[in-house]
Each structure stands twice: as structure tokens, then as C-alpha cells.
């Protein structure tokens, strides 16, 4: 039994997981970690590198180039790709669209687990994702499933976006980027969604960001010192 406490956050797109987990840690004091955030760069980096992520020898030099980093400011997590911040850019429709495609790759998975599971070792952490009670932290203290409407997902995602400035895409492209991402994301050879075993299912279609907090919290509660 490991140390020291592990919460692992994992569903579908767009369900709020981020929000969660950052509120989660800033609550309890811990380090939040972002896999999806990972991924995300790592596909930014494969676009404007022309990586072709069906040539393994391309992706595997590619991922010896990789260096990321998180660093937090105002209990935000913020991701640096090689040195450069590119936590805005990850989040636009040309990584969204690529990204399940990157994430399903065996090499990048392996690469990227491994970062994770270095970074979870000795210190308390909330992560999300998809495969962080099942793959990464098979043995995690606290394992939530989030899920939610997919109508309701892709309206978050679209007021996101358009909030960030991208006023080109629409709520269509988004809610059928979404669906797609689903299909992918639990269909995928390597490490698919699945709810883990002794995850609790937490459905937020009809709960406050506040609601969804306090049962989190209450669930976390018992492995508090």
C-alpha cells in the first residue's frame, strides 16, 4: 500500500475532470497533475513537426525530444512544452482533433505513464485522464469516474472555447468532435476508458462545481491523516 495519498480522476471529455481535480488539490494541498494536458502537447509537438504517428521510428525519435513540465501559479496548472508555455494552444480544435489518434499510440502511452508514475512516487496528488485508475495508479487510494450528458459536454467545451477566443468552430464541430473522441478514447487497443473496478461513478449533468466538490471530498475524507 503505497504512502502517500493518490486521488485518480477519470472519465469522458469535456466532463469536468480538470475542474475537479485542480479544486480538489487546491482544497487538500496536494499536486495536480493534468494527463490529458500531456497528451495534448505532445500532439501540438507532432503537428508542427509533421510526426507521422503511424511511423513508430518517427514517434519514437520524436518522444526523445519531448521535455514537459508543470508549474503552478494561482493554484493553476500550466504545461511547458520544451520550455515554452503552450497551455492555451493545446487546447484548440487542431490538437483536439488529432489528440485520441496521439494518445492511442502504444510508444506515447509507455512514454507518457512512465512521466506519471515519476511524478506521483513520494508526493500526495490529484491527476486526471483516461487510464489513471486502471494503468497509471492501478493501486490509488481514491479512483472517481466522471460522466456526464454529451449535450451538455460539448456546451461547456463550446463556451470554453469561445471564451479563449476560438470563434470558428461550432457547437456542432465540437459536440461531433466530442462523440468521436468518445468512440476512440473507449474503443482504443492501448489502455481504452474503462471504469476501473473500485471507482466511484460521479455523474455532474445536474450538480453544482460545488456539489460535485463536497462529494469528492466526502469520499477522500477517510484517507486523510
Sequence with gaps: MRKNLVIAIDG???CGKSTLA???AKKLGFIYIDSGAMYRAVTLYFIRNNVDIHNNEAVKDALQHIELNFHSRDYQSHITLNGEEVSEEIRLMPVSENVSAVAANKLVRHEMVRQQQRMGK????VMD??????????DAQVKLFMTADPKLRAERRFK???EKGDTSTTLEEVFENIAHRDYADTTREESPLVRAEDA?????TAISESEQLEFALEKVKPFLP
Design 12 to 14: 469522458y471529455s469535456s
Design 22 to 24: 485542480k479544486a480538489l
Design 122 to 125: 513520494s508526493k500526495n496528488i
Design 129 to 138: 485522464g483516461r487510464d489513471i485508475g486502471t494503468t497509471v495508479f492501478e
Design 160 to 162: 470554453e472555447m469561445q
Design 200 to 204: 466511484i461513478i460521479l455523474d455532474n
